[in-house]
């Protein structure tokens, strides 16, 4: 039997939602979304400075792994050796968030953490969560992206028509 009907311990969900954040450097917030179909991949190995993480339901299931979204590397003018580097004043990031058929979804939380500042860390997820959730750990929070923020987005809607999801109470 080949490998492609069957889950792997990697994949979260059995689709998506990609949520496009802009990101400047105090805030965060939604600049559009749509459904992918397939599972999110948890990658065994995290090293860029900034980690998202993306609790569904109060629950953490993936992990995304990425240098400052901000920063961007230029190559040099023909006449001149090495590369130029740039902080821009706002950056586009996509973010997947995994849902199962099926699934009752209350919440969705996406926080971006900014591990720039730890001069040592570790990479596999597990260590990630374990530093995330550690209060001693001087760990750099962006702004959180919350349903309430995706639900009022224009995209929504289609989204929701999509995936089952309700908007939030009020």
Not at 29 to 34: D, T, V, Y
Not at 48 to 74: K, Y
Not at 107 to 112: G, M, S, T
Request: hydrophobic fraction near 40%; proline fraction near 9%.
């Amino acid at each position: 039997m080949s490998d492609a009907g069957r889950a792997r311990p990697e994949w979260r969900g059995d689709r998506r939602i990609r949520v496009a954040l802009e990101v400047t450097e105090r805030s965060v917030r939604p600049a559009g979304m749509w459904v992918l179909q397939g599972p999110a991949v948890q990658r065994p190995s995290l090293a860029g400075s900034h980690v998202a993480r993306v609790d569904v339901s109060g629950v953490p299931v993936l992990l995304q792994s990425f240098e400052d979204p901000r920063l961007v590397r230029g190559v040099a003018r023909p006449d001149r050796a090495g590369h130029s580097y740039q902080e821009r004043a706002s950056a586009t990031l996509h973010v997947d968030v995994p849902l199962r058929s099926g699934q009752v979804v209350d919440h969705i939380a996406i926080r971006i953490a900014d591990l720039s500042g730890l001069s040592e860390r570790p990479t596999d997820p597990a260590g990630i969560v374990r530093i995330l959730d550690d209060p001693a750990v001087p760990v750099r929070w962006l702004p959180s992206v919350t349903m309430d923020q995706l639900a009022e987005h224009r995209d929504w809607e289609a989204v929701a028509r999509e995936t089952g999801l309700r908007r939030p109470p009020a």
